[in-house]
């Protein structure tokens, strides 16, 4: 694959706490402003620029994307962010209470992303393209990387853990989530630069985890400047952390529908037992296995098994698919679970309780095994696209630990 160095903007280092911040699409504009609130080094101050101006502004408007563009810039002239003086790559390592997850910064190639060789398995909205194709174009900057994942080498985790064995160039801490964020640089011209880079090069593709509207924007981006006659630009390439998959944890994303479509709960769990076996009430919150599902239901919980799942099909068997094709569908009416209101999404480390809340007296949950990297690959591998809300990465990565500039400064 093409990973390539580069010179990135960084937090000066004692600052780097005050200035990272959540991914920008992870909250709301309110949850923003709290976040932001008398932090004038926010980096969400660049990401999510509305929360300056007053409430109910637009969003979208032309004056949010001016305001991160100067927010960006007020930054770089204070030197609260420094450009690295030479190339180079990174490692970068979270730490969530006992888990650690440590991937590689670099640029990744718009051109292979045109070509499917960066895979994806979501689809995106267009509206959130033309959101952050905006905020690219008009801050001239890549502002927080896309998460991918590749399969995994010994040679290259070696590498990585030997890298962090030494003091970090950049540490910060972060308390939306609780996790640390390290980074040390690598030199490209080193020789565990050129190592590096042999190293990701033998890989046969990368795999988006997270950041599939990241992405979409940053090839958008390179088309407009294409257009414009501009060609072979630092906008041809995109912020990424690619991560060796080992180190990498997929959380179930689980679903609660608000009502039963009509139905009595006998008559629903009757419907139910069509395509799964249903285990008595007193179940774990949490399902035993693959093509197991626990439902809330009446105020406890039942372990579902799904019957006769097709192994052949990247798609019909995974966990999610089933779900929706032979319960959420047919029996609740869900058939498009990206615009029905009935539905709600939970994340897994929100914990089965928020499930229990959240569906309440009259409706249903479902917290569900979680996506394993192998069936994302498999998918990835076939051209297919999950189905929505499929996988959650955790820990998210930091906004504003790296910034990739496409404007030649």
Not at 59 to 72: D, K
Request: glycine residues 6%; charged residues 25%.
């Amino acid at each position: 694959m093409d990973f390539r160095p580069f010179r990135p903007l960084t937090p000066c280092p004692e600052l780097t706490s005050r200035i990272i911040s959540p991914p920008y699409d992870v909250m709301s504009t309110a949850e923003a402003r709290k976040i932001a609130a008398g932090e004038p080094l926010s980096f969400l101050r660049v990401t999510r620029s509305e929360l300056e101006l007053d409430e109910g502004a637009d969003p979208y408007g032309a004056e949010v994307y001016r305001r991160g563009r100067e927010n960006l810039d007020r930054l770089v002239a204070g030197h609260a962010l420094v450009k690295a003086p030479h190339p180079v790559y990174a490692i970068y390592r979270q730490t969530r209470g006992v888990r650690t997850q440590i991937g590689i910064v670099g640029l990744s190639s718009v051109a292979e992303y045109e070509r499917d060789l960066v895979k994806k398995h979501e689809l995106t909205r267009a509206e959130k393209e033309d959101d952050r194709t905006r905020h690219i174009d008009t801050t001239e900057a890549q502002t927080g990387p896309v998460f991918l994942a590749m399969r995994s080498t010994s040679e290259l985790r070696d590498l990585c853990i030997a890298v962090t064995l030494t003091r970090p160039d950049l540490d910060g801490w972060m308390d939306y989530g609780g996790v640390r964020h390290e980074a040390w640089f690598v030199a490209a011209d080193s020789e565990r630069g050129h190592l590096l880079a042999a190293l990701m090069a033998q890989s046969p593709a990368f795999y988006i985890a997270d950041g599939h509207h990241r992405a979409a924007s940053a090839m958008r981006v390179a088309k407009l400047r294409r257009e414009a006659g501009l060609v072979e630009g630092p906008w041809e390439h995109f912020l990424t952390v690619v991560f060796p998959s080992e180190w990498l944890e997929i959380l179930p994303y689980n679903r609660v529908v608000k009502d039963l479509n009509g139905a009595s709960a006998e008559a629903f769990l009757s419907r139910v037992a069509e395509h799964f076996e249903v285990g008595p009430p007193g179940a774990s919150p949490t399902p035993s296995a693959r093509h197991c599902v626990s439902m809330w239901l009446g105020q406890t919980w039942r372990e579902l098994t799904m019957k006769d799942v097709d192994e052949n099909d990247p798609i019909a068997s995974l966990d999610v698919a089933y779900l929706q094709d032979h319960l959420l569908a047919p029996v609740l009416g869900i058939a498009d679970p990206r615009r029905d209101h009935r539905i709600d999404f939970v994340g897994g480390i929100r914990g089965t309780a928020t499930l229990e809340e959240r569906a309440g007296e009259a409706g249903v949950a479902f917290s569900m095994y979680p996506t394993s990297l192998s069936e994302l690959f498999r998918v990835a591998d076939a051209g297919s696209i999950m189905p929505p809300k499929s996988t959650w990465f955790e820990p998210k990565l930091a906004d504003g630990l790296f910034v990739h500039r496409i404007d030649h400064t």
